[in-house]
């Protein structure tokens, strides 16, 4: 039987390795709000959100662009619930098809009751793995909430007449 005998003659190579991740994100009234303005809109409706991602790397084959996001809300204490964000390709994000939406548009929808103030979404854009772990971005955007979709709707006859005058 032979013995090996370690006697310190190693080499080493110094590989230097950079990785850089960059993330937004924007959300904007939905297309489909016939009251919104600029960055305010009313509670009830639709907002939509495009979140854009990438990593540059010395060693590109050693890195992955970004795989997911996920927004949470406000309505919804920024846990318990959550959405996953449907990757357009090109390292972009957003939301998948509503199909509460008559439109089918690509829409989260405000709760009615969300007070007046700013409505905050969070993402978290994560799974760009590298060597040495994973990249990820946290972000934020708000839109300001200022009335109800209740104030644009109407049942019964916009011009009542007092009691006792002809019709």
Same mark, same amino acid.
């Given at each position: 039987m032979s013995n090996w005998v370690d006697e310190g003659w190693w080499e080493f190579d110094l590989n230097r390795y950079y990785a850089s991740f960059s993330a937004n994100m924007n959300i904007t009234c939905d297309s489909k709000n016939p009251t919104a303005t600029g960055s305010t809109m009313k509670s009830g409706y639709g907002i939509n959100q495009k979140v854009s991602a990438s990593v540059i790397a010395n060693q590109? *084959?050693?890195?992955? $662009?970004?795989?997911?996001?996920? *927004?949470? /809300? @406000? %309505? /919804? #204490?920024? !846990?318990?619930?959550?959405?996953?964000? %449907?990757?357009?390709?090109?390292?972009? /994000? %957003?939301? $998948? $098809?509503?199909?509460?939406?008559?439109? !089918?548009?690509?829409?989260? /929808?405000? @709760?009615?009751?969300?007070?007046?103030? *700013?409505?905050?979404? #969070?993402?978290?854009?994560?799974? *760009?793995?590298?060597p040495m772990g994973m990249l990820s971005a946290n972000l934020t955007d708000t839109l300001n909430i200022r009335g109800s979709v209740w104030d644009d709707w109407h049942i019964g006859p916009l011009n009542l007449k007092k009691k006792g005058q002809n019709l």
């Open positions: 590109s *084959s050693a890195v992955s $662009k970004p795989q997911n996001a996920v *927004s949470y /809300f @406000p %309505e /919804f #204490n920024y !846990k318990t619930y959550w959405r996953l964000l %449907e990757r357009m390709g090109g390292g972009s /994000f %957003e939301f $998948k $098809k509503n199909n509460y939406s008559t439109y !089918k548009n690509r829409t989260h /929808f405000t @709760p009615v009751w969300f007070p007046n103030g *700013s409505y905050e979404v #969070n993402t978290w854009v994560i799974d *760009s793995w590298t």
